[in-house]
């Protein structure tokens, strides 16, 4: 038993679960042969746009297009900078870069990986067109001080919630709170479809008035083409699948949580101290999309771990201003310290709802076993 495999993400658990709900669903789908639009699209986004506590939902093709339409939808371009964080996965500041505007970064929070808003407001110029701030692994940005920055300078606030789907903040449902929210239903996000999927929710009629009409080639009517837009649609077989998940989203959410809260109990009690330092939770509702440590030795212990055939993965090994693709941007290694030294550490484990509690004790205990076999626990304790 001890060397079955621990997967970062099993969806087959998930999927056994479901199956006979999506499988009538997708029959629907198919039988119906209406793939694109219709009532599963309207009646999702509905739904979502209750869920995240949002005015207006639009449902686009991915996570990634829900920032790239957004943007498009503010006219935000050429010669505008964003505000961002440089740890993030790396559609965040593409989305920004694609449309020729500049991500100007801002270092995270070392406590939570999220931008640190604390420094916004120095990063500020005369072409400054927005915030984007990003959710990071579950958890909610310190959103007030942000927002109030955007106030005070006339910016829009574009929420990279793609992690984040039902995360709060200090009662508020992530991707709600500023101009505009942007969510993946990537399948390996706590709501993740059958292939790519994405959402915009926002409370301003008029930008979901824009971004519906981005998202169909601008085009109102058919083929009278208003403004230069793009095949941003979220396919209805997935959005069928999406609505069959959503009602369980917040027990999958809280099992997430649950899991999180064993994990960190266990290091509590492992003794390796600060070898491992576990993932602090400064929001009320904290979703785990991923369960992140820092950790002594990354590569050791992921070495190790995989030894024993459960999966780890690094999010992220490059920060965004480090990139080939940015070097245009002229950034330096040293220029944001944080989001370089959470690139070296931090090591994310196996999470997902399913994920049982003899798997998590097998996880610590392997993380255990690494630094009592280099001997730097056994240093630990007798210092
Ligand atoms: C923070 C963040 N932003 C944007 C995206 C892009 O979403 P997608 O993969 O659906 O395009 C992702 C997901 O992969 C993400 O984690």
Same mark, same amino acid.
Not at 15 to 34: F, G, N, P, T
């Given at each position: 038993?001890?060397?079955t495999p621990?997967?970062?993400l ?5 999927y056994?679960?479901i199956k006979a709900d ?6 629907r789908?198919?039988e119906?042969?209406h ?9 999702l986004e509905?739904?979502?746009?209750q869920y995240?506590r949002?005015k207006?939902?639009?449902?686009v093709?991915?996570?990634s297009d829900a920032l790239?339409v957004?943007l498009?939808?503010l006219?935000?371009g050429h ?15 593409g989305?920004?870069?694609r449309?020729g505007?500049?991500p100007?970064f801002?270092d995270i ?5 999220n931008i640190?808003s ?5 990063k ?7 915030i984007m701030?990003?959710h ?7 959103m007030?001080?942000i927002l109030?920055v955007?106030a005070k300078h006339g910016?829009a ?5 793609a ?5 709060e903040?200090?009662?508020r ?9 942007c969510y993946?239903?990537?399948?390996s996000?706590n709501l993740?479809?059958?292939g790519?999927?994405?959402a /915009? $929710?926002t409370? &301003?009629?008029?930008?979901a008035?824009?971004?519906? !009409?981005l998202?169909?080639?601008? *085009?109102?009517?058919? @083929?009278?083409h ?8 979220l396919?209805?077989?997935h959005?069928?699948v999406?609505?069959v ?6 027990s ?5 949580q649950?899991a999180a ?6 290091f509590a009690r492992?003794?390796?101290g600060?070898?491992v ?5 400064v929001?009320?509702r904290h979703i785990?999309?991923q369960? /992140? $440590?820092?950790? &002594?030795d990354?590569?050791g212990?992921?070495?190790h !771990?995989?030894?024993?055939?459960? *999966?780890?993965e690094? @999010? ?7 990139q080939?693709c940015f070097s245009?941007?002229g ?12 690139a ?6 196996p999470m997902y ?5 003899a798997?998590?004790e097998?996880?610590?205990?392997a993380i255990v ?5 280099t001997?730097?626990?056994g240093?630990r304790l007798?210092a």
């Amino acid at each position: 038993m001890e060397h079955t495999p621990i997967p970062m993400l099993d969806l087959k658990a998930q999927y056994a679960r479901i199956k006979a709900d999506v499988q009538a669903a997708l029959l629907r789908v198919v039988e119906s042969q209406h793939f694109i639009n219709g009532p599963d699209i309207e009646l999702l986004e509905q739904e979502v746009a209750q869920y995240c506590r949002a005015k207006h939902c639009i449902g686009v093709s991915s996570g990634s297009d829900a920032l790239v339409v957004t943007l498009m939808a503010l006219d935000i371009g050429h010669g505008d900078e964003v505000i961002t964080t440089p740890y993030t996965f790396f559609a965040t500041a593409g989305a920004i870069a694609r449309l020729g505007a500049r991500p100007v970064f801002v270092d995270i929070d070392p406590a939570t990986f999220n931008i640190d808003s604390a420094g916004i407001g120095a990063k500020v110029t005369m072409r400054t067109k927005a915030i984007m701030p990003v959710h990071l692994f579950g958890q909610c940005a310190d959103m007030d001080p942000i927002l109030e920055v955007a106030a005070k300078h006339g910016l829009a606030v574009i929420e990279d919630a793609a992690q984040a789907i039902g995360a709060e903040y200090q009662g508020r449902r992530a991707g709600s709170m500023g101009t505009a929210g942007c969510y993946s239903f990537f399948p390996s996000k706590n709501l993740g479809g059958f292939g790519d999927g994405g959402a /915009v $929710v926002t409370n &301003d009629s008029a930008l979901a008035d824009k971004i519906r !009409l981005l998202r169909g080639h601008g *085009s109102n009517p058919k @083929y009278f083409h208003k403004v230069l837009g793009g095949n941003f649609r979220l396919d209805t077989i997935h959005a069928a699948v999406l609505r069959v998940k959503l009602p369980l989203l917040d027990s999958w959410s809280a099992a997430r949580q649950q899991a999180a809260a064993h994990y960190t109990a266990l290091f509590a009690r492992s003794g390796l101290g600060d070898l491992v330092r576990t993932p602090k939770v400064v929001q009320a509702r904290h979703i785990f999309n991923q369960y /992140v $440590v820092r950790c &002594d030795d990354r590569e050791g212990v992921r070495e190790h !771990l995989q030894k024993q055939k459960i *999966s780890t993965e690094v @999010y992220y090994p490059q920060p965004m201003h480090l990139q080939e693709c940015f070097s245009s941007l002229g950034h330096k290694n040293g220029e944001f310290p944080e989001s370089e030294r959470a690139a070296l550490t931090t090591l994310a484990l196996p999470m997902y709802p399913e994920l049982t509690v003899a798997q998590r004790e097998r996880v610590v205990r392997a993380i255990v076993g690494h630094y009592e076999g280099t001997g730097k626990l056994g240093r630990r304790l007798a210092a």
